[in-house]
């Protein structure tokens, strides 16, 4: 029998009131491959962190070969890069000197954090192609070119067991086929993988053994095929059936946020985006008119996210373009309130930033001010309406529960509800199923097309998944 790496004896995790993981018990063996299977909500990521070491047990025991300290454990996720990004904005110097924007450290200094010697430092940015974006800020990566730069400040360390939380969420079909060979190679090397996943077809074929989550318990782990076709994986896997929305009429106060129809919502002619001479956004040309729906499409790093943060507002250069937003010409004279009162963004990135723990009502009601958190009095129609959406997305038993306490699909659904309160005439939606089951991804999609369908916002929307389809859309953009 190979030697075990990680031990776990009814291990529980809780935050507060709250057991994130009932008694939980799982041996991984040096020369396994795990996956972490289960619907969001389930378990995964917490399981997750606490074989990593970054959550402790509150009860029962969890085990290194190395001993008590997890320092042969490596661990790769959204959760640990955003961490990494939060880290240089609070230290953002974009005010001081010359005004720039702060890009943060270098992606060389982001994988040698912790230490690591110059020979692993240059293997593994040669096996990632990361040597033109040595000297480039972390905050302007695209998200492939973010996976590989995680990877790589894992794989500098040496570590036995290197734990993957969603590896191909956000990845066009190039970066995940290269990504799963990459693994494999690594797999090969005698590194031990940890896979956490929503299905089975996303699996690496190099994993031996399964661990299925159901409501923060472990109910069946041991060797692939097993678990695989057991009664308990075909249960968690059943689709729900689609759901029928009826979702609240826009009021009177969306009368002022009415514009001279005539002209076009956005129109973009040749904007361009460069950080440091590297060109995020290549020229690009683009005019949505009223009662269109776009798709915009393309490979990673080909500037989706900044061509959608130039829309929003978000991206300083988009005063240095031409950008036209409801006839009027960026730069004019308007304040990001006038944009933002019109435009909701939803977005991984956003329900990452979105980390406060207030109650999910007070997230909803927040989508009138635009801000994270809610910092000014409201009104009682305010309170209704946020109320009319909970109840309409039947999401209303949320309205009590702190967001940082919920599921990563019930986040996303009060962040769908927050963005819609003001019934904005355009709604950006960033890769809306990403990290999301089946049954998630189904709700948000129909929901997407109820939304298209029974209110007067319009969608941009960008996804990688070729069947992430929304029936919806009637124009699209593709990126190279």
């Excluded at 995790?13 to 491959?33: F, M, P, Y």
């Excluded at 361009?272 to 040309?285: E, F, N, R």
């Excluded at 959608?308 to 004279?333: C, E, H, T, W």
Aim: glycine residues 8%; proline residues 4%.
């Amino acid at each position: 029998m190979n030697p075990w790496l990680i031990r776990l004896q009814n291990a529980q995790v809780r935050l507060g009131s709250e057991i994130l993981l009932k008694n939980t018990s799982l041996r991984i063996d040096a020369g396994q491959h795990w996956a972490v299977l289960g619907n969001n909500g389930s378990g995964k990521s917490t399981l997750a962190r606490l074989l990593s070491g970054e959550l402790i047990a509150c009860g029962g025991t969890v085990d290194y070969q190395s001993g008590k300290s997890p320092e042969d454990v490596a661990i790769v996720s959204l959760e640990s890069q955003k961490a990494l990004i939060d880290h240089d904005r609070r230290f953002d110097s974009s005010e001081e000197g010359d005004g720039k924007p702060d890009t943060g450290r270098s992606v060389r200094a982001a994988i040698l954090d912790g230490g690591a010697d110059q020979q692993a430092l240059q293997y593994w940015v040669e096996v990632f192609a990361l040597q033109d974006l040595l000297d480039q800020g972390i905050c302007t990566l695209s998200t492939g070119e973010g996976r590989k730069m995680m990877l790589c400040r894992a794989l500098v360390k040496s570590p036995k067991l290197l734990i993957l939380d969603e590896p191909y969420a956000g990845l066009d079909q190039a970066s995940r086929d290269e990504l799963t060979e990459i693994l494999a190679d690594i797999a090969a090397k005698g590194i031990s993988l940890v896979q956490v996943a929503c299905a089975e077809d996303e699996l690496l074929p190099c994993i031996s053994h399964v661990a299925l989550l159901e409501n923060s318990h472990l109910v069946q782990n041991g060797e692939r095929s097993k678990v695989l076709e057991s009664k308990g994986f075909a249960a968690i896997s059943q689709i729900d059936a689609d759901e029928k929305w009826q979702l609240p009429k826009a009021g009177d106060e969306n009368k002022s946020l009415q514009w001279n129809q005539q002209c076009p919502l956005i129109e973009l002619t040749d904007v361009s985006v460069t950080y440091d001479g590297k060109v995020a956004l290549p020229p690009t040309s683009l005019t949505i008119r009223p009662q269109e729906h776009w798709q915009i499409e393309g490979p990673n790093g080909a500037g989706k996210t900044t061509l959608l943060s130039m829309i929003s507002g978000d991206n300083p250069q988009s005063y240095a373009n031409d950008v036209k937003l409801f006839g009027r010409q960026r730069g004019s004279g308007e304040s990001l309130w006038d944009i933002r009162q019109r435009i909701a963004v939803v977005s991984a990135a956003f329900q990452m930033d979105y980390r406060l723990p207030v109650k999910g009502r007070d997230v909803v009601i927040s989508g009138f001010f635009d801000s994270i958190g809610l910092y000014k009095n409201y009104s009682g129609q305010q309170m209704a309406i946020a109320d009319e959406w909970l109840a309409a997305l039947n999401i209303e038993y949320l309205a009590e529960s702190r967001f940082t306490e919920l599921s990563y699909a019930q986040q996303r659904m009060l962040l769908l509800a927050r963005a819609m309160v003001k019934h904005p005439t355009l709604l950006l939606i960033d890769e809306p199923c990403l990290g999301l089951d089946a049954p998630n991804t189904r709700r948000i999609l129909n929901l997407l097309n109820s939304i298209a369908r029974q209110t007067h916002t319009q969608l941009i929307y960008v996804c990688h998944d070729p069947e992430q389809k929304l029936d919806c859309i009637t124009h699209r953009l593709t990126l190279m």
